[in-house]
């Protein structure tokens, strides 16, 4: 998946949370308020219900999204950890195996023995020779080449 349409994807994502949220707390008001004014047209609740009523919903819609909110978030944060860890395994597996690769060619190309006088016995481990694009790595050692 690309980084463009993970974006699009997030974005679609939260921009329907939002819409969701929104509906539901009208809902939530619209409901609460048409059954405290019921009940107070019935005679079954005093006048100053229906207004109690609705600020106790938007107490409790408010709390709720604040938690809701605090989890959503600590889920995100952990999955964000979980794919920067995954990506640092497969960025290191493709850094040994393009290190391995730049080995194999060297040897192929100029034999242990060269290697080991030009740079030392230590040659494979050395930090300049990690290469990303192991096809490059006959430009670090051209003088090898003769």
């Known amino acids: ?86 990506e640092k395994r497969r960025s290191d597996r493709a850094e040994e195996r393009n290190r391995m690769a730049w080995v194999m060619e060297m040897l192929e190309k100029h034999g242990e023995e060269k290697m080991v006088v030009a740079f030392g016995a230590n040659w494979r481990e050395r930090e300049i020779q990690i290469q990303r694009h192991p096809g490059n790595a006959a430009t670090d050692f051209g003088a090898l080449d003769e």
């Open 1 to 86: 998946m690309s980084l463009k349409a993970l974006w699009v994807e997030s974005r679609t994502f939260v921009v329907g949370r939002i819409s969701a949220g929104a509906t539901y707390v009208f809902g939530s008001l619209t409901t609460a308020g048409g059954a405290a004014k019921a009940a107070t047209d019935a005679n079954v609740a005093p006048a100053w219900f229906p207004s109690f009523t609705v600020d106790t919903v938007l107490l409790l819609i408010g709390a709720a999204m604040t938690v809701a909110t605090g989890l959503v978030s600590i889920w995100a944060q952990r999955q964000g950890v979980k794919a920067k860890r995954a």
